[in-house]
């Protein structure tokens, strides 16, 4: 079982920059690639961007490519997205997710594990 507890979410300005964070519980979190997926009210869940297992493989939604950045520390159980130059249709309910396997287990797949979320709320 692992558990994972994001953080870093809040409100900003459009233009600003946030980084969350995602803490996983757990001695085997280097087995897990992972991802971020988002869901704005009144909509479906969709992908951010996910990083292999061993950080050598990234990939991003095209609406954030360019503005934002996946990355992990296997050695603090930890997976980070740095958001810059938000917008305020990046606002949502920011989820990590892990899924025991190669990078295509988060972006084919639905993850074996998620947060609890964090807002991102970014105003115009």
């Known amino acids: 079982q692992v558990q994972l507890v994001e953080s870093g979410g809040g409100l900003v300005q459009a233009g600003g920059s946030l980084r969350l964070a995602c803490v996983a519980s757990?001695?085997?979190?280097?087995?897990?690639?992972m991802g971020w997926f988002r869901q704005a009210p009144g909509k479906e869940r969709e992908f951010v961007a996910a990083i292999s297992r061993g950080a050598g493989t990234t990939t991003y939604a095209d609406s954030v490519k360019g503005r934002f950045t996946i990355s992990r520390d296997n050695a603090k159980n930890a997976v980070y997205l740095q958001m810059n130059s938000l917008k305020p249709e990046d606002t949502a309910e920011y989820y990590c997710a892990a899924a025991a396997g190669p990078i295509t287990a988060v972006t084919t797949r639905n993850p074996d594990y998620w947060g609890q979320g964090t807002q991102v709320a970014v105003s115009s």
């Open positions: 757990g001695r085997t979190f280097g087995i897990y690639a």
